[in-house]
Every structure is written in C-alpha cells, then in structure tokens.
C-alpha cells in the first residue's frame, strides 16, 4: 500500500494527511497527537473514523495542520482521516456516512459589518 495524502478542512483550518501502514502511531506538526491535543475530547475526535473502523491499531497517521483553533483543527483532521478511510476501502462509507463524518461543515465566522458593533447587531431602532 502506497501512503494516502487527503486533505480536510474545518472554519479556517486546514489538515494535511498522509496514511501509511503502521502500529497506530499520529503526529502532529511532529508531536504526538496527545502532546498536541491535551483533552480527551479533541483526542477522541481526531481517533473517531480509526475507531469506527477498527483501524486504530492498522495506520500510522502524519498530519500537518494550521489555521483556526485547536477544535477545527482537530475536526479537519477527522474528515481527513475518514476521507483517507474512503478511499482505502469503500465499505467504509457505508460506516462513516450515517455519523456524518464524510461531511464538510461549511459554517464559518460572519464578518462584521461597517457601523455595527458585530456582524449581527442591528442598527440603533428608532421610532420617529
């Protein structure tokens, strides 16, 4: 098996994969995955698509990431993996579809608007 370069997206993050054959080993930005994300959560969703899979022990993941915050980043990095899962076997759609892993979550910050406070505030109500 060749290495599989996918790449996944989350607000302004972007994830860079590479899966290859391997002991479960995932770096991050050449850090181990816990080091990077220290919460159970943002661990759990980085390993999600390897664990619905039972592929968790199967792939070594490299993965470069920037952009965004810690959260996104841990999320382009799951649609990544579950796009790289894919590809390797389409069985694995059938899996990963109906949790909704497969899907680019297009939400992103609205930009403020010029003479308002934030995006959505509305302009002073005035009755007369």
């Known amino acids: 098996m060749d290495t599989i370069h996918k790449i996944g997206r989350r607000k302004t993050a972007v994830a860079r994969i590479y899966l290859s054959e391997g002991k479960g080993n995932i770096t991050v930005n050449k850090k181990d995955y816990k080091d990077y994300f220290t919460t159970s959560h943002l661990q759990y969703k980085v390993l999600q698509a390897l664990n619905l899979t039972d592929n968790a022990t199967a792939f070594d ?20 993996i579950s796009r790289a899962l894919v590809e390797l076997n389409a069985e694995n759609r059938l899996i990963l579809k109906p949790e909704g892993l497969l899907t680019r979550d297009p939400r992103m910050v609205e930009r403020k608007k010029f003479g308002q406070k934030k995006a959505r505030k509305k302009f002073q109500f005035s009755k007369r």
């Open 61 to 80: 993941v490299k993965v470069n990431v920037f952009g965004g915050g810690i959260t996104g980043q841990a999320e382009a990095i799951r649609l990544a």
